[in-house]
Nanobody, 124 residues
């Protein structure tokens, strides 16, 4: 089992940047593919980005391509989401998730472990 904790959320103006971190503890971090999801008020949780166990493969939702970058440091048991050119519509609670497989997925049902979430608010 793995425990996940997100850091780095906050309030930022439109056009600004934030970097989210997801710290993992428990079993070997490197065996898990990882993902970021977000949930805005009144909306369903949606896929943002995902990364394979090695970091060699990534994928992104169309809404964040070119603005967000997912990465991981297996030596530090940490995953990151660099968010640039933020928009008010990026406002949501952001969750990190781990999947007990090497390869990432875009469906939230494919993930086995979840963090508690961190709030990102983008003001216009």
């Amino acid at each position: 089992q793995v425990q996940l904790v997100e850091f780095g959320g906050g309030l930022v103006q439109a056009g600004g940047s934030l970097r989210l971190s997801c710290a993992a503890s428990g079993r070997t971090f490197a065996r898990y593919a990882m993902g970021w999801f977000r949930q805005a008020p009144g909306k369903e949780r949606e896929f943002v980005a995902a990364i394979s166990w090695s970091g060699g493969s990534t994928n992104y939702a169309d809404s964040v391509k070119g603005r967000f970058t997912i990465s991981r440091d297996n030596a530090k048991n940490t995953m990151y989401l660099q968010m640039n050119s933020l928009k008010p519509e990026d406002t949501a609670v952001y969750y990190c998730a781990a999947r007990d497989m090497n390869w990432s997925a875009v469906e939230l049902t494919e993930y086995d472990y979840w963090g508690q979430g961190t709030q990102v608010t983008v003001s216009s």
